[in-house]
T-cell receptor
Framework: AQSVTQLDSQVPVFEEAPVELRCNYSSSVSVYLFWYVQYPNQGLQLLLKYLSGSTLVKGINGFEAEFNKSQTSFHLRKPSVHISDTAEYFCAVSSRYGGATNKLIFGTGTLLAVQP | ETGVTQSPTHLIKTRGQQVTLRCSSQSGHNTVSWYQQALGQGPQFIFQYYREEENGRGNFPPRFSGLQFPNYSSELNVNALELDDSALYLC?????????????FGSGTRLTVV
């Protein structure tokens, strides 16, 4: 079984400042890792994913994340945030071995609140 | 390329009633999953359908059931509604065995049970 822990429920940050949203996971098998963003009253949009290869993954809107297997972490970063980045961010994992029935296991989310 | 559309966007039901939520998958996607997102929580996997059959289920009681149609659209049915069923219900579609895990989510249906 897998689980995801997002250590911060809310992260306030000023516009143009850097930000890091933390995600740790637990799994007895190898996993795929994802970050999704949810704007108010909307569904989930994929920001980036780690399937294999380079541990530094670049996504949309200037976000990137680094997979650290030894620390079982997949932290999300952005060097300079904008007001429009204000949203809820979810980290998710999926087993590499679930095949066609694979499901996403989500964390509880981190609200990124960008202030002017 | 159309995305995933869900209807209705909002719904209010009374405890004990039954509800049907609908999802139209993205073009070319033949697998659909449903998730429940309670307020302040992350989405929780309910079940997944492929070729009109359920092929994966999360920790939800049997009163949560679904259907997938030949055109890959889908329904989520919940019987005997309880107050704790109040949540945002998300539909996600993808191609079967998509190695890139290209899930596409809809905007959800907000269900309120009173």
């Amino acid at each position: 079984a897998q689980s995801v822990t997002q250590l911060d429920s809310q992260v306030p940050v000023f516009e143009e400042a850097p930000v890091e949203l933390r995600c740790n996971y637990s799994s007895s098998v190898s996993v795929y890792l994802f970050w999704y963003v949810q704007y108010p009253n909307q569904g989930l949009q994929l920001l980036l994913k780690y399937l294999s290869g380079s541990t530094l993954v670049k996504g949309i809107n200037g976000f990137e994340a680094e997979f650290n297997k030894s620390q079982t972490s997949f932290h999300l970063r952005k060097p300079s945030v904008h007001i429009s980045d204000t949203a809820e961010y979810f980290c998710a994992v999926s087993s590499r071995y679930g095949g066609a029935t694979n499901k996403l296991i989500f964390g509880t989310g981190t609200l990124l609140a960008v202030q002017p | 390329e159309t995305g995933v559309t869900q209807s209705p966007t909002h719904l209010i039901k009374t405890r004990g009633q039954q509800v049907t939520l609908r999802c139209s998958s993205q073009s070319g996607h033949n697998t659909v999953s449903w998730y429940q997102q309670a307020l302040g929580q992350g989405p929780q996997f309910i079940f997944q359908y492929y070729r009109e059959e359920e092929n994966g289920r999360g920790n939800f009681p049997p009163r949560f059931s679904g259907l997938q149609f030949p055109n890959y659209s889908s329904e989520l049915n919940v019987n005997a509604l309880e107050l704790d069923d109040s949540a945002l219900y998300l539909c996600a579609s993808r191609r079967y065995l998509d190695s890139n895990y290209g899930y596409t989510f809809g905007s959800g249906t907000r269900l309120t049970v009173v």
